[in-house]
Structures are given as structure tokens and as C-alpha cells.
């Protein structure tokens, strides 16, 4: 597969691979067996980025993840994240105190089963420490070899400048994909400015842009995040059709799916951004991964964005108790 370079340093394949699904946030877990071996499968197919988190189960799914990339360590980029408080089990809150990035630190890399990890994400702004803080914390872990490089998640401008002038930012991951175009405003002229590579979650929309789904689809699984997100309800799914409808189009013209343009528009945007979309199916994964191949014209891409700009997305990304998380 190509390969991209994060923040002019951090060599990675074009397409990575976000773990979450595999233990959370999209129904029950999946079986153990299966995860390791998608992630597994993965590697197989050329990617190298693997995205996990402590809060991913919570827990559970750096630990799926370093037992599934234990024999291919030396093949792999590995990027975790800090940032969550618990109570026990339970995320309760922002915590991104130097000491408790410190102690997330050093479980993290014991449930990898690493020495070093590679990319280490604050997931989420605190407003509670300065953002100096915390990257005066990730710059002392780097200079103890326990961290290669820092990123950033969900952050806006003034928190990415502020956190560069002191640990330069390897990567930032955001959501972005055609059913959320915000970071194209400020975010996207800034990662340019500042050389800081761009990591998109969700880059399939959580499953809508694969046109999978309908709007007599149902999410009533405690465990899936989509049940509660106002743009996975009935009426905005019906709404934002249209959306996957333009991207049939043009896979039916490309001799691709849905879920392959959209990759491929993604990847067209930028040489230094890299998206990471999950799966927990071996088939969606070599399918997701076709997309690094699949070549879209300026053309392909005018008309994109020519019929996207018409269509007006309804609902909201989070649901409210989650909006205090987005930094601006």
C-alpha cells in the first residue's frame, strides 16, 4: 500500500485501522478469536497504523491489540490515546493531569505489551489543565523513550498552536469524511501550516456511507453509541440518503462501493491524511483497504463536491451529554 508520512516524520500506511469496534462503542464485543484476527488480516493487506485507546472497552481493546500485533511489532505503528478519567471500569470524566497521563502511560504500554508506544493521543481537550501541561508531560515521556510521537484529538485551532509551540504534534485525528466537513474550515489550512498530519475517524461515517444501512435500520443495543446519536435517527437517516445515493453513483460508474469512494475522496484531499476505518469483518476490510488503489479524477472529485454541497446534513454528530467533549 502507499505510504504517508504524519507530521513529516511518522511513515504510515495510507489507510490505517481503528480498533474500537472490535470491543465497543458499535454493539457487543466481538468474539477475541475474530478480532485478532481482522487486525491480523489487516497487516497481511499492508496496513500499518493500528488507532486503540484504554477507554476502548474500556481496556480490553489495547490488549486484544498488542496480543494480535505481539509477532509483527516491527511491522507496525501502534498510536493510544490518554485523556479519560474511571471509576473503575466507568469513564467519569477528563483527566489529563501530568501525573495521570504518566500512570496512562505505563499501563498502557503493559496492556500493549510494548516498550515504546508510538503515536500517544490526548483524546480529548481538558480544559482543566493548560494544554502546555500536557504537552510538556508527552515531551518528557518522549525524552524517556516511552512515547515516539504526540497527537492530538478533537482539538481546535487554538489548542493545536498552543500544544505545538511546545511538543510538536505528529498527528491530530478528528472525525472528518463527506457527512462532516467542518475541519475543512480552519482545522485543515492549520495542519498545513504547521506540517501536522491528519488522522480522520470515522471516515465512513460509522457505517452510513457504506449504504448498508436504511432507515428501518436498528441500533437498539446499549453498547452501540449510534442508538443515542441524533443523526442516526429515523428521520435523518431518510434525509441524509441522499448522500449515500451520490457516492452509489459514482461507484456504480467506478466499479467500486460506496464505502471505497468515500475512502478514496478522503484520501484525495490531502497527501498527509490518513483515515482509519474500523471493521470487524475480514471481507469489509480488504474492500476498505481496495479503496488506497481506487483513483478519482478531478473531475470525479468536482462532481463530488458539486452534488454534495446541495445536500444539507441533518442531525447532529453527538448526542448532548457528549457536546462538552468537543474543544473549539
Not at 498488542?66 to 467519569?92: C, H, M, N, W, Y
Not at 494544554?131 to 515531551?139: L, M, N, S
Not at 442516526?232 to 471505497?260: C, I, P
Request: net charge negative; hydrophobic share 40%; glycine share 8%.
Amino acid at each position: 500500500m502507499e505510504q504517508r508520512t504524519l507530521g513529516g516524520s511518522l511513515n504510515v500506511s495510507a489507510l490505517g485501522f481503528g480498533c474500537m469496534g472490535i470491543s465497543s462503542g458499535l454493539g457487543p464485543a466481538a468474539d477475541r478469536s475474530d478480532g485478532i484476527a481482522v487486525i491480523r488480516a489487516a497487516v497481511e493487506a499492508g496496513v500499518t497504523l493500528f488507532d486503540t485507546a484504554e477507554n476502548y472497552g474500556p481496556f480490553v481493546n489495547e490488549q486484544l491489540v498488542g496480543e494480535a500485533l505481539a509477532p509483527l511489532r516491527d511491522q507496525v505503528v501502534i498510536a493510544t490515546k490518554f485523556g479519560f478519567a474511571f471509576d473503575g471500569e466507568r469513564q467519569s470524566g477528563l483527566d489529563s493531569r501530568p501525573e495521570h497521563i504518566r500512570q496512562v502511560a505505563d499501563a498502557s504500554l503493559q496492556r500493549l505489551g510494548i516498550d515504546t508506544i508510538d503515536l500517544f493521543y490526548q483524546h480529548r481537550v481538558d480544559p482543566g489543565v493548560p494544554i502546555e501541561d500536557v504537552a510538556g508531560t508527552v515531551k518528557e515521556l518522549i525524552q524517556a523513550g516511552k512515547v515516539r510521537h504526540f497527537g492530538l484529538s478533537e482539538a481546535g485551532v487554538r489548542t493545536i498552536r498552543r500544544a505545538h509551540a511546545v511538543q510538536p504534534v505528529t498527528a491530530l485525528q478528528s472525525e472528518y469524511s463527506l457527512w462532516w466537513r467542518e475541519p475543512e474550515a480552519e482545522i485543515l489550512p492549520t495542519l498545513q501550516e504547521l506540517r501536522i498530519g491528519f488522522v480522520p475517524f470515522s471516515p465512513l461515517g460509522r457505517g452510513f456511507l457504506t449504504g448498508k444501512m436504511d432507515p428501518g435500520t436498528s441500533f437498539t443495543s446499549s453498547d452501540d453509541i449510534r442508538s443515542s446519536i441524533p443523526r442516526f435517527s429515523t428521520e435523518a437517516r431518510r434525509a441524509n440518503q441522499a448522500l449515500v445515493d451520490l457516492l452509489g453513483s459514482v461507484a456504480a460508474r467506478k466499479n467500486a462501493t460506496a464505502a471505497q469512494v468515500a475512502l478514496a475522496w478522503l484520501l484525495a484531499q490531502k497527501p498527509w491524511i490518513v483515515p482509519i476505518p474500523g471493521t470487524r469483518s475480514v471481507q469489509r476490510l480488504r474492500e476498505n483497504v481496495a479503496a488506497a488503489e481506487l483513483e478519482l479524477t478531478a473531475e470525479d472529485l468536482a462532481e463530488i463536491d458539486a452534488a454534495a454541497a446541495e445536500i444539507q446534513i441533518q442531525g447532529d454528530r453527538y448526542p448532548a451529554h457528549l457536546q462538552q467533549f468537543i474543544d473549539r
